[in-house]
């Protein structure tokens, strides 16, 4: 269910090509089944927890130890002992559970959570994730959960912004920056499109309003291809 602070957000990023950050959210958020555990990841991916579409039950896990993360808070209502991987505010569902850090990877690794939601840096046509390290010299590395959650989660979704703020393509042929998990990405979702990743390469399945094809492929480091249509 969106409320009325989330229907403000999806609109908050006035003159933004193609969908908000918080449209994005809400774009990942309808295509996860009923009843799944998702683990969120930190960015972008956080946001995905402020939406449940109506009539779903959606349990969303934040590693640092918290079952049943619900949206955040309102301003200056927020708890400083409860805050999700990211560090930070977050609110509980009712029925919500608190647990030690190794039994969250626990769940992870023991492949209880169906879906994972993650950021990413560069992705491939192939659905390998970069998202940790540049592989600069000088780059600091933000290794975090995210190599157990592609080894151990069931399906994998990227959310992220479709290039870089200097104009580079996200996704690309092959990933130039040390790899996460090579072959994990299932769905990528950016502010400009949805990808699905398939063995024949990446399928268009939705694009923004007012995005074109040949837009889309100009900003894109690999080649794109369309579903048939029926």
């Known amino acids: 269910m969106i409320n009325t602070d989330d229907k403000t957000r999806l609109n908050d990023d006035v003159g933004q090509v193609g969908w908000s950050r918080a449209e994005m959210a809400q774009k990942v958020a309808l295509d996860i089944p009923d009843g799944s555990y ?21 349990i969303y896990q934040t590693e640092n130890g918290l079952l049943g993360m619900g949206p955040v808070p309102e301003k200056g209502m927020g708890d400083r002992e409860l805050v999700n991987a990211g560090k930070k505010y977050v609110t509980t569902i009712p029925g919500a559970a608190y647990f030690h850090h190794a039994d969250s990877f626990g769940m992870i690794r023991g492949g209880h959570i169906d879906i994972c939601v993650l950021g990413a840096m560069q992705v491939s046509k192939n659905g390998d994730l970069a998202n940790w390290s540049t592989g600069a010299k000088d780059a600091i590395p933000a290794v975090g959960g995210a190599m157990d959650l592609v080894a151990g989660v069931k399906r994998i979704f990227v959310i992220t912004q479709h290039v870089t703020k200097h104009g580079d393509p996200k996704i690309v042929e092959e990933c130039s920056f040390p790899l996460t998990g090579k072959g994990v990405i299932e769905r990528i979702y ?24 040949d837009h889309l492929q ?11 249509e029926a």
């Open 38 to 58: 998702v683990n969120l990841g930190i960015g972008i991916p956080e946001m995905v927890a402020d939406f449940v579409p109506e009539g779903r039950e959606l």
């Open 218 to 228: 100009k900003l894109t480091g690999t080649k794109l291809k369309q579903y048939a």
């Open 190 to 213: 950016t502010d400009l499109a949805i990808l699905d990743v398939k063995e024949e390469g990446l399928f268009v399945r939705e694009m923004a309003p007012n995005v074109s094809f």
